[in-house]
């Protein structure tokens, strides 16, 4: 195993999949999916392969994501620096692969539902690779949160729906507005946390744009909104048992409370918890949702 020398530990295999951000994809794929499953009469098998589709193109994005770093490691002419970047070209070649048999599973339900659903899954990919990828780089822009939002969001959530019920349901989009909103929040807790660093670096996330301040006053409303936004769907009939998210307002309040009393040095232990409520809200709204 390569001795990776300070601040290359991020590049190993198990920490550049960056497993805790999959509530992203199960969550996204599996409401739009088993929406789909359940109300339209879709096929369970073809869910499931949505989900791992899904779950595929957030560890392609993931360690293609560490790929810009590239060239830092190259101005370091040793023999640890060569190994990093070993590393880091291995990963992408990887993404490469699991791109590809995301692409395939892709093929495969176009072949029953159109070409559209090809169109919708390019757009995905290419959204996913322009988060740090020239020329786009829309990271370096401030337009990172709102790139999930409609990326691992909404695409994901209406686009899983599409390939399972084999139709296309503008409802979808609506429904899609409270998970997009926690994918939102959960970078945004990245960026929080990874303030400082950002704005050393020069890296203009939006938190380092707009301020930490307001960053935190932006993620708390994007947390907190979940709640009436989920409460406007209820009334519109499009979930059908708003009781079922409560039980999860015990671990907002328990994250909220975590990043407005933290100190910078405690902010790391902000991304994970908001992982977790992710999962947890994501898992009751699809409930309700079905």
């Known amino acids: 195993m390569d001795v990776l020398p300070d601040g290359a530990e991020k590049y190993r295999l198990i920490k550049a999949l960056r497993p805790f951000s999959y509530s992203v994809a199960l969550v996204s794929c599996g409401l739009g999916s088993l929406i789909a499953a359940v109300q339209e009469d879709g096929n369970v098998i073809r869910a499931v392969l949505v989900i791992v589709a899904g779950i595929l193109l957030q560890a392609a994005s993931n360690l293609a994501n560490d790929y810009e770093d590239i060239d830092h490691w190259r101005h370091y002419p040793n023999i640890k620096a060569s190994a990093v970047v070993r ?11 699991l791109v590809l048999i995301a692409v395939f599973i892709g093929i495969m339900f176009a072949s029953d539902v159109g070409w559209p659903l090809l169109v919708l899954g390019a ?11 020239e020329p786009i780089h829309y ?3 401030g337009l ?7 990326f691992t969001g909404v695409l994901m959530v209406t686009g899983a729906y599409y390939a399972v019920a084999g ?10 507005i409270p998970v997009s909103m926690l994918a939102s929040a959960l970078l945004m807790s990245n ?3 990874d303030y400082q660093e950002d704005k050393k670096a020069s890296i203009g996330t939006l938190i380092v744009r707009i301020g930490i301040n307001r960053g935190k006053y932006l993620y708390v409303v994007m947390i907190a909104g979940v709640y009436p936004v989920s409460g ?5 009939g499009l979930i059908h048992h708003f009781a079922y998210l409560l039980p ?27 992982g977790r409520f992710f999962m947890i809200f994501g898992v009751s709204f699809i409930l309700s949702a079905i």
């Open 87 to 97: 590393r880091i070209r291995f990963n992408f070649i990887l993404a490469g692969i």
């Open 123 to 133: 757009v995905g990919i290419i959204g996913g690779y322009s988060y740090t990828g």
């Open 139 to 141: 990271k370096l822009l």
């Open 144 to 150: 990172g949160v709102l790139g999930v939002f409609l």
């Open 167 to 176: 139709v296309w349901n503008n409802q979808m989009i609506w429904i899609s």
């Open 191 to 193: 960026e929080i946390r």
């Open 232 to 236: 406007c769907l209820y009334m519109a």
């Open 248 to 274: 999860s307002l015990l671990f907002m309040v328990q994250l909220l409370k975590r990043l407005l009393l933290s100190s910078s040095d405690e902010l790391w232990r902000v991304p994970p918890l908001t």
